[in-house]
């Protein structure tokens, strides 16, 4: 989502906050030297132009990644792509290991069954590796880090990717996922009414934990919601872009990226990620180019996977524009906000719908997602009796990839006064693969509010924001499946998600459900009780992952044993809960 907001004074103060050296905030500056005050004076702004040095996550492993995950089940196989960029590579190891979120250090060596030569859409190179690795019966459920080590040109070359592979024991027929959208880490629209430049909440300041020292209380609205998310544990979550701020500076892409990659890893279940418009913008002719920042921390713009055989989706980049059309004036104003796909995804997005045709079981559930919801077309929203759209409809016809200067601008103005949705190309033509293909689902995020949308056998949603502005509150998705068909998505009617916070009120800081341990949950107690809170208006099952000292337990109140071994001289537990609406429960692990 993308309104004018007045937030000069909200700068001013969010600016001392912000952890970036002093030539960061300097203004633009190209190649040459030269000072640049915004896109009409550049001679340097071309798409192949290099962006920045940084700490890129994305190396030698191109699949799967964090953002594009693999979910495998044990016993089967998983096949790798890896670009040994330029050198020749043998003696591959590959290794599971456990992540951050795990108090056990077991590493699963994966063996290798081999090694191909391949190719990549979106990683343009020469010497990729399609690596085929078994997966071993003893691999215990759970999401790893994946690690590929390989001698190159007789040097060990070690690449890592976290919460990249998730190992189940088979898929389920009838299996759940999240929708979140919009988190906006840097955002500074979280502290005050966004409305009001010249206000500030405590309480939303709080929430927000804007570049708060302490890290357990930075972003805390996110953290909250991971927190939550988490104990869902769903099979696989989407994330429909807008992870962060991208428009107070130049050159903000260098933390905010860095700090949104940290921060998702609190979620412990693989997450699907597509960029949205605030991901993506071209600030003031630097090398400050979102579109590359992208690749170099998540990867592919686009991609699409499977949940076995009873799942397709395709994730999409809706905020496809040239380098110039997503490019910024001075600091905070952008000209384009919304949505557009362009020729080469589509013709990809219709191939991968093809390919999967051909394989496809009758009740596999199809779903495509992305930032923007195609049905919003600024074409048929903004009003053709403003004679200032009619001109703008009529320029950009004239010259729309990229668009003029004085098309952006007048577009901007537009925008301001009208917003923009789905703002170029390609949206019927998208519609039109979803029927042609029986793709039955379609999930949205960009306007901070959720809205539920039924055409042509189609089910669009469109889910709220976790930063603070979500309305009617800050919430997520939460949709069930059974026997092909999509059966619950939302939390109450119409169509509203499931609220982070304790009936929508943000201010309050109170979650909507939570779990708390009496002891260190770390694997040194003998002995563990845990109070399940729920506040929702509606029955929650939860999953409680459980770390104590070796030995055979017996749990209390606990419906399910789901996972119980051991390793590393600790046991792990995952227990399954209900707990009514409005209630708690106490669940007690004892030693037997």
Do not use: C
Not at 257 to 283: R, S, T
Not at 346 to 355: G, H, M, Q, T, V
Not at 540 to 554: A, F, M, N
């Amino acid at each position: 989502m993308r309104k004018q907001f007045k937030l000069s004074l909200i700068l001013i103060f969010i600016f001392s906050m912000i952890p970036v050296s002093a030539n960061a905030l300097d203004g633009p500056v190209t190649a040459s030297g030269i000072q640049d005050g915004g896109i009409g004076n550049s001679t340097n702004y071309l798409n192949e132009a290099p962006n920045i040095s940084i700490d890129q996550k994305v190396n030698q492993i191109i699949y799967p990644l964090f953002s594009t995950p693999a979910i495998k089940e044990k016993g089967g196989t998983l096949t790798l792509k890896v670009d040994t960029q330029g050198k020749e590579a043998g003696a591959w190891i590959v290794k599971l290991k456990q992540n951050n979120h795990s108090s056990l250090t077991t590493d699963y060596d994966l063996p290798v069954l081999s090694v191909q030569q391949g190719q990549s859409y979106w990683r343009n190179s020469s010497t990729i590796s399609d690596v085929t690795v078994k997966i071993p019966d003893n691999v215990p459920e759970r999401l790893y880090d994946l690690e590929v080590s390989y001698t190159g040109n007789g040097q060990r070359i070690t690449d890592k990717q976290p919460h990249s592979v998730k190992i189940i024991d088979q898929f389920k027929k009838d299996f759940t996922f999240l929708h979140l959208t919009d988190i906006h880490v840097g955002s500074p629209r979280n502290v005050g009414d966004p409305d009001n430049p010249t206000s500030t909440d405590p309480a939303l300041a709080r929430e927000t934990g804007m570049w708060d020292p302490d890290p357990n209380k930075r972003w805390l609205y996110l953290q909250k919601a991971i927190k939550e998310v988490n104990l869902k544990n769903p099979d696989f979550v989407v994330l429909t872009g807008d992870l962060i701020f991208g428009q107070m500076n130049p050159q903000e892409y260098i933390y905010e990226y860095e700090e949104v990659y940290k921060v998702l890893q609190k979620l412990n279940v693989p997450v699907y990620i597509v960029p949205g418009n605030h991901d993506f913008y071209a600030q003031d002719a630097t090398l400050a180019d979102g579109a590359k920042y992208w690749e170099k921390y998540f990867g592919p713009q686009y991609f699409s996977f499977n949940y076995g055989p009873y799942a397709h989706f395709i994730g999409y980049n809706s905020f496809d524009w040239n380098k110039i059309d997503r490019s910024g004036h001075g600091t905070v104003s952008v000209p384009t906000w919304g949505g557009q796909v362009r020729a080469k995804q589509l013709a990809w997005i219709k191939s991968d719908l093809e390919n999967n045709a051909k394989t496809a079981q009758s009740n596999q559930i199809r779903g495509l997602f992305s930032h923007h919801n195609p049905l919003w077309r600024d074409r048929d929203i903004w009003p053709q009796t403003d004679s200032e759209v009619q001109k703008y409809w009529q320029q950009y016809d004239q010259q729309h990839d990229p668009q003029s200067v004085d098309t952006l601008a007048l577009g901007e103005k537009l925008g301001l006064k009208y917003d923009q949705q789905w703002h170029g190309e390609n949206a019927q033509a998208l519609i039109d693969l979803m029927k042609e293909y029986g793709v039955t689902l379609s999930l949205h995020g960009h306007t901070h509010v959720d809205n539920v949308t039924k055409q042509d056998g189609i089910l669009y949603t469109t889910t709220t924001a976790i930063e603070l502005t979500g309305k009617p509150w800050v919430g997520f998705r939460d949709f069930q499946t059974s026997d092909g068909q999509i059966t619950s998505y939302n939390y109450e009617e119409p169509g509203h998600s499931i609220p982070v916070y304790e009936n929508g009120d943000t201010k309050s800081g109170i979650m909507s459900y939570q779990a708390d341990y009496q002891s260190a949950n770390d694997g040194t107690a003998s002995s563990q009780k845990i109070t399940i809170s729920n506040r929702l208006k509606k029955d929650l099952t939860v999953s409680i992952p459980i770390y104590l000292t070796e030995g055979s337990y017996k749990t209390t109140n606990g419906e399910q044993v789901v996972q119980n071994y051991s390793a590393d001289g600790k046991q792990y537990l995952e227990v399954k809960v209900t707990v009514p609406a409005n209630d708690s429960k106490v669940v007690s692990v004892e030693k037997n």
